[in-house]
């Protein structure tokens, strides 16, 4: 499909016919037992197929999306599910467990290298990242009768003056605002901790590619002398604005109280690249339920955050495929 095309009235069926998720279906097909015994198993490419689909349609368990996959043939049909059975909820809580977190962060991992080869990523030798992170509420409640809690999920900043119970995604982005490489923390874990390991995975993917990280644009809580000598050993020049009561700063770049971005021009130009993190963020909150996971544990949340990152990338690769590369980062184009 080259050139200018027209999108046709059923954008989400013609987005999942054209996912190409080979590698990873192989790698979770290679953790069954096929001895023939015991009841036929629903494809593997088809309950991957449904984990995507269910952050597309914003449904928020898997109960009521089993019922949905039961009630709609439009739904078994996407999903790639032949007839009128469809797995139950605890079908695909067996299938999650027994994927794993890496096996299930290998689709978010396959979906991004099948971007890179089509160049869409990152265009050019010396490539400019963005570095931040946003709080996903835990799952947990409180009750008489019997409440709910994330063990590993700890208290801590949603913003500048509320505290949740909840989980942190550190994220390493493009400027098309396409997730590099993330990780996922308790929300109490200071962001200048993360930023070391996002700064090994993001320019091992950059160099195998043949490219070069030149700036890392990141907002004041990131800024350290530690942080700025990793970026300065990757030989990238740290954008990060000093916060007002730094005696020596490192950076001609600061925020005022009604945080306005000052210093050097060209500094301030660059840091209002910033922003390509924030809508890769904002895209997954909006349009694919990334704020208020529903699965509990670090391993199920970083599952979570990688089948929605794999979603941004299915759309990104599908909009370049037919020719629409401006709608790249519009996920409601294709769903609804």
């Known amino acids: 499909m080259d050139g ?7 954008t989400l069926k013609l987005l999942f016919s054209n996912i190409d998720i080979s590698l990873t279906t192989i790698q979770v097909e290679a953790k069954y037992v096929n001895s023939g015994k015991g009841r ?31 009630r709609r043939h439009y739904a078994r ?74 063990r590993g999920a700890r208290v801590g ?17 493009a400027m098309s605002a396409l997730p590099l490489a993330y990780v996922v923390r308790s929300a109490n874990v200071n962001d200048k901790d993360v930023a070391k390991p ?14 070069h990280i030149s700036h890392v644009i990141a907002d004041r809580q990131y800024y350290s002398a530690e942080v700025f000598a990793a970026m300065r050993k990757l030989k990238a020049e740290p954008i990060i604005p000093h916060p007002s009561n730094v005696k020596d700063p490192m950076i001609d770049l600061w925020l005022t109280k009604r945080f306005k971005v000052k210093g050097d021009p060209k500094l301030v130009a660059l840091y209002k690249l ?32 990688a089948i929605c990152f794999a979603c941004i990338y299915a759309v ?3 909009a370049h495929k037919i020719g629409r590369p401006e709608l790249a980062n519009c996920i409601a184009e294709f769903t609804y």
């Open 274 to 305: 910033r922003m390509a993190v924030e809508r890769s963020f904002k895209a997954g909150k909006l349009e694919l339920m990334m704020e208020k996971p529903r699965w509990r544990g670090v391993a199920k949340v970083r599952m979570h955050v």
């Open 198 to 211: 996002l700064l090994k995975l993001a320019p091992r993917l950059i160099n195998h590619c043949g490219k």
């Open 77 to 150: 049909e996407i999903c790639e599910f032949s007839g009128a059975s469809t797995p139950k909820h605890n079908t695909f809580s067996l299938f999650i467990s027994r994927a794993g977190p890496e096996t299930i962060e290998g689709l978010f991992a396959e979906l991004r290298n099948q971007a890179f080869k089509m160049d869409i990523v990152c265009p050019g030798n010396d490539v400019k990242v963005s570095l931040d992170s946003t709080f996903m509420k835990a799952n947990s409640r409180r009750g008489r009768k019997g409440g709910l809690s994330d």
């Open 4 to 10: 200018f095309q027209r999108l046709p009235l059923d």
């Open 157 to 173: 900043k949603t913003d500048r003056k509320n505290y949740a119970l909840g989980w942190r995604v550190h994220a390493v982005t």
């Open 40 to 70: 036929p198993r629903y494809p593997v490419r088809s309950m991957l197929l449904a984990l995507m689909f269910m952050r597309f349609e914003a449904v928020p368990s898997l109960r009521k999306f089993c019922r949905k996959l039961e």
């Open 316 to 318: 990104a690769i599908l």
